[in-house]
């Protein structure tokens, strides 16, 4: 496919990580951010909240005419632990408390995609889950990470490929999951709408 035929591809998220993994992949994704109120979408278990954030804001950015014919991906994020879901702390106190709660312990990074195409006027979804073995930082480091401002604007108050990378013992399932949405899982619901991902790659330099 040419680069002239490549389908449009739309971000619904405002997340430099996911665009960063999808241009890492060859992609060239457009950024239109949603504005879903996040506080008003409900759902039984972390998992299911993680699909139904990531299928609002696709669904929203999808209605706009000036998308129309392009792919648009949506993802949410959350972190399951002990059964609840922790998105972005609220404050560094919050950070601060969650990372006490967290550290020497395994929770579930669970991300939910929602890919449409809006020339086909349907939509496919999946949620990915990755286990995070996290690390036992001292109180100096976690006062240390809260203070440089990183965990405020990240699910969970963590990242796999910043300042908190050395507090993580490793995981067990998708990295890319981790760092915002799972490479592998966008590609297998892009081939159920009949978009193979390397139609939409840019053509190399």
């Known amino acids: 496919m040419t680069a002239t035929h490549r389908r ?22 457009e950024v239109i951010v949603s504005g879903v109120d996040e506080d008003a979408v409900t ?26 014919g392009a792919l648009v991906i949506g993802c949410d994020s959350v972190l399951e632990l002990d059964g609840h879901a922790l998105g972005k702390p609220a404050d560094a106190e919050e950070a601060t408390a969650r990372w006490k709660s967290m550290r020497g312990r395994a929770g579930t990074l669970q991300t939910g995609h929602c890919v449409w195409d809006t020339a086909a006027e349907r939509y496919v979804s999946a949620t990915a889950s990755t286990v995070v073995r996290f690390g036992e930082p001292s109180d100096e480091e976690i006062a240390a990470y809260v203070a440089s401002g990183e965990p405020l604007y990240v699910a969970g108050a963590f990242t796999l490929d ?44």
């Open 43 to 68: 759902a039984p278990t972390p998992a299911e909240l993680a699909l139904a954030l990531a299928e609002a804001k696709a669904s929203v950015v999808a209605a706009l005419p000036e998308v129309r």
């Open 162 to 205: 910043g300042r908190s990378a050395p507090f993580i013992e490793g995981i067990d399932g998708d990295h890319s999951n981790v760092i915002g949405i799972s490479l592998p899982l966008v590609r297998k619901l892009l081939a159920e709408l009949g978009v193979g991902i390397t139609e939409l790659w840019a053509p190399a330099e």
């Open 8 to 29: 449009r591809l739309v971000l619904a998220s405002q997340s430099p990580a996911r665009l960063g993994l999808l241009r890492q992949a060859g992609l060239t994704p």
